[in-house]
Every structure is written in C-alpha cells, then in structure tokens.
C-alpha cells in the first residue's frame, strides 16, 4: 500500500510524530482552530478532517476517526505503518461502570477489554491483553497530577454495541473495568502490531451507575478543554 491511502489524501511528511484522534471531525477542527498554531488541513476524505500544526512548538497533528473499532482500525492502522505515525493519543468519551467515577472525571485506558472480534486477526493461540504505552500514561498521569484534576488509570471495555441487548455492561464492573467506549482496544492492537505507542483518554459523559448524572454544555466543554491540555501536553 502507498500513500495517500483510501481514506487519507495527506502526503507524506503531512502528519506529526504524535496525532490526536478524536471520534468527532467538528472536535478535530475545534482542536485545531483553538489548540494550535499554524494549523493546516491534511485530510477531509469523507469529512475526516485532519490537521497538522504546533502547540507550545511542538508539531502535532489530529484527525477524527469516527466511532466504532473498525473505524479507529482503518485510521489507526494507515496513520502508523503508511504515514510513519509514532504515538497516536485518542481523545474520547466514555460511560462509568464505577460508583466513585463520575460525569466530567478523566479516565486513562491502561487496558482495554473488548467484545469484538478485532484481534482473531492476528491468529494467537490464546487472548492477547491490549495495553496502552506506559511511557504516555506516565505523562498523562502526571499531567492530570498537575492540573489536579479526578482520573482514574486502569482497564476499559471497548464495546462493539452502544445498545446491547442483553444490558450486561455492568457484568465487566465485577472485574474492576471502570468504563465503556467503543474504540480503545482495536487502537491498542495495531499500536502493538506495529511496533508504536498508543494510549487513549477519556472523559467520562454518563453514568451506568449513575444515570442520573448529568453534564450542561459549559461543563462538557470545560472537562473536555482539561482533557485536551493532558494529551497535548502527552504527545511526544
Ligand atoms: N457506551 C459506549 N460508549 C460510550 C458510552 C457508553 O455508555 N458513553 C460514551 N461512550
């Protein structure tokens, strides 16, 4: 496969060592026009926007994945074995399986479970365990440390269904799995099968626990605004 792929139009050298991935390409762009310096777009096949700019002089890129593992595969994948990407940081949101994990609270997948079917790919002769990178959680920790933010480090589910049907999220609570998401784990398998640093944080917008729970769009913005200082600060 060359460049530019089916789903990215950048040449090669557009893409920074480290590139942020949202789920949502008006967040891509937001990041870019608010984040950034000397942001350029380097992608908007099927409105996938990528930018590629610098933040406190340091070159980084984002670009949006969409939702869902396959999708974060396909960008995952290109970004690190045909545009040369290292580091790949998702930024994203995620349920709470916890009592003491709450709306707005920052989560650092450390690991990630999953119901998908994504990694029978690699053929093993047993489970393999998606990891993120310790040197970027390391940072991140010490970034959330320092903003004194609340977060938690430790294992996600990444589910394939938003609306399962048997409502058995919870069941992954009983292992100590703080939150659900839809991304993370897919991330971590073609970050290993590449030989490249992943991580994935999120911001927690519900509850499974607590439904009730609840954010107002100034909220959102503001944990979602701390979120992106901890992984722009991350990024190598
Ligand atoms: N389920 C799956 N993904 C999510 C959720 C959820 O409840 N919240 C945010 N991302």
Redesign the pocket.
């Known amino acids: 496969m060359s460049i530019p792929t089916p789903h990215i139009s950048a040449s090669a050298g557009d893409f920074a060592k480290t590139v942020l991935l949202p789920g949502d390409p008006k967040r891509s762009k937001f990041i870019a026009d608010n984040f950034l310096s000397d942001a350029r777009l380097v992608n908007d096949v099927r409105g996938v926007q990528g930018y590629t700019g610098f933040y406190n002089g340091k070159r980084v890129s984002v670009m949006a994945t969409g939702m869902g593992q396959p999708a974060i595969g396909i960008y995952s994948y290109e970004l690190y074995n045909f545009y040369g990407v290292e580091n790949i940081i998702r930024v ?4 709470s399986l916890l009592p003491d994990l709450h709306v707005r609270d920052i989560v650092i997948a450390q690991g990630a479970c999953t119901d998908s079917n994504y990694m029978a790919q690699y053929r093993l002769p047993g489970t393999f365990c998606p990891i993120g990178d310790f040197g970027l959680i390391t940072r991140a920790v010490a970034e959330c440390e320092k903003l004194g933010v609340n977060y938690k480090v430790g294992n996600v589910l990444s ?1 394939d269904c ?1 609306y399962p049907d048997n409502g058995a ?1 919870l069941d992954w609570a009983k292992m100590g799995v703080m939150a ?3 991304e993370s784990a897919a991330l971590y398998c073609n970050a290993a099968r590449a030989g490249k640093k992943a991580l994935c944080i999120c911001t927690v ?2 509850s ?1 626990v607590h439904p009730e729970e609840n954010v107002d769009s100034e909220q959102r913005q503001n944990s979602f605004t701390q979120m992106m200082k901890i992984a722009l600060e991350t990024a190598e």
């Open positions: 994203g949101s995620c349920g589910s938003f999220t659900v998401e839809m917008s519900d499974l």
